[in-house]
């Protein structure tokens, strides 16, 4: 696909932390020789959020719209879908960035907690992509990143539920990614090990220096070294990667 041209993305989970630094980095930075993206951000809960960002991150040069969802709903996914199409005149990036945690060690965890985060976390990622994929399969191009999480990876005492909920987008980006290469889409997951959001605001300072003496880095991540790498699996230069888990966390996965 010509470089040239502009794109048009739809993000999940777009008004906090990483999705935020995500729908920025795609509608305000130029890179690899692909103009500015067209964004449509879903969000469930902050309409206040939806409209500053759209206020802070449209530009002349870039449409930003947000959309009111339920991740969880296959209805809703679609509709946003059909929104963005409407909007932007298509589709060809799918960033599956919504999340949530509701930790617990398992002998306490309710049914409620597991099956919220499995539903919002991994359900999510199985809605927006059979919707998109509807857009994407005609015209024979797409790109399609779904965002993971190191503790899919390594685990994680406590979060089982979480863990689980992330390997699954794993095993899911690498079957996806096998059934519609043929098609020119390419599907891949980032793995964040553990970044500067308000889901990490919430460990008390024992918690953060625990976590911190196992990260090679020594720091904790910000969400624009998330976005960054969004945008580079947008561009040309990702051509040739499909199926593949890549860690930003500091190394804490080593």
Not at 89 to 112: A, F, W
Not at 147 to 164: D, E, F, L, T
Not at 170 to 186: D, M, P
Not at 217 to 234: T, W
Request: aromatic share 6%; glycine share 10%.
């Amino acid at each position: 696909m010509n470089g040239q041209i502009k794109r048009r993305a739809v993000v999940t989970g777009g008004t906090r932390g990483i999705g935020r630094a995500i729908v920025k980095e795609l509608a305000s930075r130029s890179c690899c020789g692909v103009l500015f993206s067209d964004v449509v951000f879903a969000y469930n809960s902050c309409e206040e959020c939806a409209e500053e960002i759209e206020r802070e991150i449209g530009n002349p040069l870039t449409k930003v719209y947000s959309m009111k969802a339920d991740a969880t709903s296959f209805e809703e996914a679609e509709q946003t879908l059909a929104y963005a199409a409407e909007k932007l005149g298509g589709i060809d990036i799918l960033v599956n960035n919504v999340g949530i945690t509701k930790d617990n060690l398992l002998l306490r965890m309710s049914e409620e907690e597991f099956d919220a985060v499995i539903n919002v976390n991994l359900k999510s990622v199985f809605n927006y992509t059979k919707a998109a994929l509807k857009y994407m399969i005609p015209q024979r191009f797409g790109r399609i990143i779904n965002i993971s999480s190191i503790v899919g990876v390594i685990g994680n005492p406590g979060q089982s539920n979480y863990s689980a909920s992330k390997a699954g987008i794993i095993g899911f980006t690498k079957s996806i990614a096998k059934e519609v290469a043929s098609r020119g889409i390419t599907v891949n997951a980032i793995a964040p090990g553990f970044i500067e959001t308000d889901m990490t605001k919430k460990l008390n300072e024992k918690q953060r220096e625990a976590l911190l003496s196992n990260i090679p880095l020594k720091r904790m991540g910000q969400p624009e070294d998330i976005a960054k790498v969004v945008s580079f699996l947008c561009s040309d230069s990702a051509d040739y990667m499909t199926g593949q888990v890549i860690a930003v966390d500091g190394g804490l996965g080593m």
